[in-house]
């Protein structure tokens, strides 16, 4: 079948790629002349493993191309996948829907005859209403013109791109509750023959459900995490292990143990901005009493990463002044070169601020971390990175610094202590090889001399930090 794909971003350019494996024909559209230059010759502009491949196979066998031509889109076919960004608007928080406003626009004034547009993007709940109204207005007295919408929500992660999008959780597809005549879950089922063959779960359903689907699935993801960070801060002052904890309350099926790791929180560019826009819209509706309680999930969040900054002065003396920091990882998680919102490079950032000699490492992420923090020092290496530092922090769990060795950054640095903003290394490795270990989430014993113990106690608060207690 023949479609396109509007809006080549993370969404646009997966899905399109991921369309043309399974044997269709695509054209990738989007206005930015240099993504598209990027993918039409095969190289993806963000880093996402197995992507590449997929799609330079698929250009190469002539059923993937991109353009920036509406034109050409228009032309192409008659099933039009919508990925633009809804990023968040600065002032309101809630979602900017230019991008998903401008793209329909300058598709549907182009288009003739029956047309199926299918919304991938995450938007608030209300959003296709509001497309279906202005679509409606573009194609007034355009009787040979018939645009059916539809909402198909995509639930992928960021360094399981192409898995997510080829073998998902499920299939959610949202349609127009007042339309008897829908041929969207037809024209979705013939798409997706091949995963729905593999006995994918599949629910039918309206735009507003649809909708709603995605950012409540994104809200209890971060949910779950800033519950485990809110009982770590618990157990930072009575010297519990979260980690336990979290295996412990994980083995009950109705919870379960994914999305319960504590540490940093969560960052990137979907779930700080998508609980925010959520929050955003119910106020609009005038029910933002029902999603008040997210308010308090961002604040956890965000409350880990200054917990994280407080324990690393802890650890250097009261005071980052003057002190070498390493920061090992960029990316908001690993196996991403995203460093939207990123909590390791916030952590780094206020280090900074407060006078730290910051050296950052990460090994995808060092291009985009540069252009947004220009004024860090980057190493090449971990090992670089560490050199001479007074203390190095495991601000992202990439394997590397899992499994890095314990005995060799010891003869790079000034003073062995390692802090883990992930709870991803072994102490019991870290300790026997000298190094001092202290984690986020767990009570730490106290690094500093008496004298400098006293004077902090005078100066910080004991619960933001947990250590001196
Ligand atoms: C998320 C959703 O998982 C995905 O379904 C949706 O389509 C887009 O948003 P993504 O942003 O790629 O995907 O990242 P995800 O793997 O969910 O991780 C988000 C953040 O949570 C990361 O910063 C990660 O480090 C953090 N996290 C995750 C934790 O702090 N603890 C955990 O237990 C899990």
């Known amino acids: 079948m023949k479609v396109t794909v509007i809006g080549c971003g993370y969404l646009g350019a997966t899905h399109a790629a991921c369309m043309a494996e399974l044997g269709h024909d695509v054209l990738g559209v989007d206005t930015e002349d240099a993504k598209i230059a990027s993918l039409s010759r095969g190289e993806v502009p963000f880093f996402e493993p197995g992507l590449s491949d997929v799609l330079r196979r698929n250009i190469d066998a002539g059923r993937l191309r991109f353009t920036t031509d509406y034109d050409e889109a228009a032309a192409h076919a008659s099933v039009h996948f919508l990925g633009v960004g809804t990023p968040q608007q600065q002032r309101s928080h809630g979602a900017d829907l230019s991008q998903v406003f401008g793209a329909v626009e300058s598709l549907v004034t182009r288009l003739h005859g029956e047309h199926l547009i299918v919304g991938k993007s995450t938007v608030p709940v209300g959003t296709a209403a509001e497309l279906s109204r202005r679509i409606a207005v573009l194609t007034a007295g355009d009787e040979a013109t018939s645009i059916e919408l539809a909402w198909n929500p995509e639930f992928l992660r960021e360094g399981f791109a192409v898995e997510d999008t080829l073998a998902p959780d499920r299939i959610v597809l949202g349609v127009d509750p007042a339309r008897t005549d829908s041929?969207?879950?037809?024209?979705?089922?013939?798409?997706?023959?091949?995963?729905?063959?593999?006995?994918?779960?599949?629910?039918?359903?309206?735009?507003?459900?649809?909708?709603?689907?995605?950012?409540?699935?994104?809200?209890?993801?971060?949910?779950?995490?800033?519950?485990?960070?809110?009982?770590?801060?618990?157990?930072?002052?009575?010297?519990?292990?979260?980690?336990?904890?979290?295996?412990?309350?994980?083995?009950?099926?109705?919870?379960?143990?994914?999305?319960?790791?504590?540490?940093?929180?969560?960052?990137?560019?979907?779930?700080?901005?998508?609980?925010?826009?959520?929050?955003?819209?119910?106020?609009?509706?005038?029910?933002?009493?029902?999603?008040?309680?997210?308010?308090?999930?961002?604040?956890?969040?965000?409350?880990?990463?200054?917990?994280?900054?407080?324990?690393?002065?802890?650890?250097?003396?009261?005071?980052?002044?003057?002190?070498?920091?390493?920061?090992?990882?960029?990316?908001?998680?690993?196996?991403?070169?995203?460093?939207?919102?990123?909590?390791?490079?916030?952590?780094?950032?206020?280090?900074?601020?407060?006078?730290?000699?910051?050296?950052?490492?990460?090994?995808?992420?060092?291009?985009?971390?540069?252009?947004?923090?220009?004024?860090?020092?980057?190493?090449?290496?971990?090992?670089?990175?560490?050199?001479?530092?007074?203390?190095?922090?495991?601000?992202?769990?990439?394997?590397?610094?899992?499994?890095?060795?314990?005995?060799?950054l010891a003869s790079t640095v000034a003073r062995r202590v390692i802090i883990d903003g992930r709870r991803c290394l072994n102490p019991e490795t870290w300790r026997a090889a000298g190094w001092r270990y202290l984690a986020i989430g767990s009570r730490s014993e106290p690094v500093l001399t008496d004298r400098q113990a006293g004077l902090l106690r005078k100066t910080s608060s004991s619960r933001s930090t947990g250590m001196l207690v």
């Open 183 to 408: 041929k969207a879950e037809g024209v979705l089922g013939e798409l997706y023959r091949e995963i729905f063959e593999a006995g994918v779960p599949f629910v039918r359903t309206d735009w507003p459900t649809a909708e709603l689907v995605k950012v409540s699935a994104n809200a209890f993801l971060a949910t779950k995490i800033s519950f485990i960070n809110a009982v770590s801060e618990l157990c930072e002052v009575v010297g519990g292990d979260i980690s336990t904890l979290a295996d412990a309350i994980g083995y009950d099926a109705r919870i379960g143990r994914r999305f319960l790791n504590a540490g940093l929180g969560f960052g990137g560019g979907c779930l700080p901005k998508d609980i925010r826009a959520f929050v955003a819209r119910a106020e609009e509706l005038g029910v933002g009493d029902s999603l008040a309680f997210l308010r308090e999930v961002d604040a956890v969040n965000m409350r880990r990463r200054t917990a994280m900054v407080e324990l690393i002065e802890n650890a250097c003396g009261g005071s980052v002044l003057g002190a070498n920091v390493a920061v090992l990882g960029a990316a908001f998680k690993p196996e991403s070169d995203d460093v939207r919102d990123s909590p390791a490079l916030n952590v780094a950032g206020q280090l900074a601020l407060r006078g730290a000699r910051v050296t950052v490492f990460d090994p995808k992420a060092m291009g985009n971390a540069g252009k947004l923090y220009p004024t860090l020092r980057f190493a090449e290496s971990a090992a670089a990175a560490a050199a001479s530092a007074d203390v190095v922090v495991v601000a992202t769990e990439w394997a590397e610094f899992v499994h890095m060795a314990p005995e060799e």
